[in-house]
């Protein structure tokens, strides 16, 4: 009778905590923090937009979801986004507090992809990494 006890409380245990760490461990983990994240290369704007427009499947399979680096020179900025050579279009995690244009800057981001529409390699969660 003792060892049927054990049995029936682990099994209501396992039936009470089961979803909640299913749900918090699962389903809801943390988002990634790109900043803190090591990025995988450092490449040029223009580079990364040629990788792109000779083959957009192939440079997907390489930078898509990756951390990487953007060198280049800001040719565009506003408080929250920033276009690097006119090639790379930077969301960025932070208010621009400076103003970067014509000046080179190295940017670390998540690549989302190639932009049809505008034609740009876009990337997310962006932060300026030296002036």
Do not use: W
């Amino acid at each position: 009778m003792n060892k049927r006890k054990i049995t029936i409380l682990i099994v209501l245990l396992l039936v009470s905590f089961g979803p909640y760490y299913i749900y918090q461990n699962i389903i809801y983990k943390d988002a990634r923090d790109i900043n803190n994240e090591k990025s995988i290369l450092t490449i040029s704007a223009k580079n990364l937009e040629n990788h792109y427009a000779k083959n957009a499947l192939q440079a997907d399979s390489k930078y898509l979801n990756q951390t990487i680096e953007i060198e280049g020179t800001a040719t565009e900025v506003t408080d929250s986004s920033m276009v690097i050579d006119g090639k790379v279009f930077c969301k960025m995690n932070e208010i621009v507090k400076t103003n970067f244009t014509n000046k080179p800057i190295n940017i670390k981001g998540r690549c989302i992809g190639f932009d049809d529409l505008f034609g740009v390699v876009k990337l997310d969660q962006c932060s300026i990494q030296q002036n």
